[in-house]
């Protein structure tokens, strides 16, 4: 694999900036599991790291120690002896580091989390390391790093201690947006058209591990098969994985997102309450930890009060779980590639560009010119009655200039062509808006395809439109 740093530009400057600093830093480094955090970190400090430790999953204190204590040994070549306690333990990073002539001295902590068992007081320990010298002097640099986000975010950034607010800077890594992940095949010389990409993002939501399996020479159905469907796939038993690694209790984090999954527009703590039966407090930090990992998002719908804010869920790999894998029965190991074109993936396919475009919404504001305007995204939906069904609209965008852009989205391998039923369905959802909301904005029709819009007798109604082109402008 080709070790370049894809993108991430924005970190890569900040961090570089925190390691010239002339003062002691204190970095933490979130995100979800596989999206590539230990590799930034080592691969922007490779040479200049001076202690690198990764606490074990699922060990005890002792074998947490023992492993510090083998990695202080061999970072330093020394021969000390295993600590009996964290104090002793960073007491003897103090007195290797106080004894090193490098002039800035970063200390990588990672998968921290891990390293706070039960009653091993791991958490005062490095309380008094930083407090009690590392914060007083110039050339220290402490990383921290972790999937599990609520560890961090609970127990330093929100701590109420020794360590509160003691960190100097915090990052959370997002998933590859489509320009990076274009970037990343281009790296390992996977050559995929950009509707194949945008595929795979659906799929995979731009997380690197996963890009990471794809094989040269082979389609992306084919990886998709490999990767998921074959004997023994690449990603067998991830999606337990994923929440496992993240969160304790990850049974009911499961539960809360699989009622999430049931309903495309989202549910409402109400909602999420009555089918889970999970309520106060714990549902409370399960979706703000959730949220603060991309896995979902919480939005109003348009000119709806607070209190019926909807939660959604947002994760590609976790949606494609839900739609294909988890009930799976067929033991087709060409599954994807045997359903090209079918229902079963069309309709898949239609609603994950939905959720696609929604990941990328400062992307189709660039292509719209709109995004140094100031804007609020919702979901809107009518109610139903004598005069129509109901309808729904996915996307909007209320700007402060006085127009709404109301966004359609469509996933076809060709152009999209608007015929006369979608042309009077879409003025009928425009109409039925205005009259139920009364807004006096002025309404723009707005369609987001793969390779554009078709022009016909029709297509004037459509005010501006994006194309997937545009989704790859790297912001």
């Known amino acids: 694999m080709d070790t370049k740093i894809i993108g991430r530009q924005n970190e890569i400057k900040r961090l570089t900036e925190l390691y010239k600093s002339k003062n002691a830093e204190f970095v933490a480094v979130c995100g979800r599991r596989r999206v590539g955090k230990t590799f930034l970190v080592k691969k ?74 039960a009653r091993s007081n791991f958490l005062m320990a490095l309380e008094h390391f930083w407090n009690g010298w590392a914060s007083t002097r110039d050339d220290i640099m402490l990383i921290i790093c972790g999937s599990a986000t609520s560890w961090i975010t609970n127990k330093i950034i929100n701590n109420h201690g020794g360590l509160h607010n003691r960190l100097t800077a915090k990052f959370f890594l997002q998933p590859f947006n489509l320009c990076e992940t274009e970037l ?62 993240l969160f304790k209790n990850s049974e009911k984090y499961i539960e809360i997102v699989s009622a999430l999954n049931a309903k495309n527009k989202g549910l409402t703590r109400n909602e999420i309450i009555a089918i889970t039966k999970i309520s106060g407090r714990e549902l409370t930090t399960i979706l703000k930890n959730l949220e603060s990992c991309g896995f979902i998002r919480s939005y109003n719908s348009l000119y709806k009060k607070r209190r019926d804010r909807l939660f959604q869920l ?72 004598d005069n129509h069904n109901g309808c729904q609209i996915d996307l909007l965008i209320d700007r402060k200039d006085g127009v709404i852009d109301i966004c359609e989205m469509k996933f076809y391998r060709t152009k999209y062509i608007l015929s006369s039923d979608d042309a009077d369905i879409l003025l009928n959802k425009i109409a039925v808006f205005q009259h139920e909301t009364k807004a006096e904005k002025a309404i723009h029709l707005v369609i987001i395809s793969t390779l554009g819009l078709v022009q016909n007798k029709h297509s004037g109604i459509v005010q501006k439109e994006v194309k997937l082109d545009d989704l790859f402008y790297y912001i």
């Not at 020479?217 to 690449?234: E, H, R």
Request: net charge neutral; with cysteine; charged share 20%.
């Open 314 to 385: 947002l994760d590609s790999y976790s949606l494609f779980y839900f739609k294909f894998l988890k009930n799976r029965t067929e033991n087709d190991e060409h599954f994807w590639t045997n359903t090209i074109n079918m229902p079963q993936q069309n309709t898949w396919a239609g609603y994950a560009f939905e959720i696609l475009c929604l990941q990328h919404i400062n992307e189709i504001k660039h292509s719209l010119g709109i995004l140094g305007i100031q804007s609020n995204v919702y979901a809107w939906a009518s109610e139903k009655n």
């Open 184 to 245: 990343f095949f281009k790296s390992k010389k996977i050559t995929l058209g950009r509707y194949e990409i945008a595929e795979s993002y659906m799929i995979f939501g731009g997380i690197p591990y996963y890009l990471n399996m794809f094989e040269r020479g082979v389609s992306l159905s084919q990886n998709v098969d490999n990767i998921c469907f074959v004997q023994n796939p690449k990603l067998d038993n991830e999606f337990k994985n994923l929440y496992a690694s």
């Open 44 to 117: 922007l400090f490779e040479d200049k790291i001076i202690f690198d430790l990764a606490g074990l999953a699922n060990a005890k204190t002792a074998e947490q120690l023992e492993n510090f204590s083998l990695t202080l040994n061999r970072c330093f070549e020394q021969s000390l002896p295993i600590p009996p306690n964290w104090l002793t333990a960073f007491e003897q990073l103090i007195s290797l580091l106080s004894k090193s002539k490098k002039k800035r001295k970063v200390i990588f902590i990672d998968e921290i989390s891990w390293l706070d068992t």
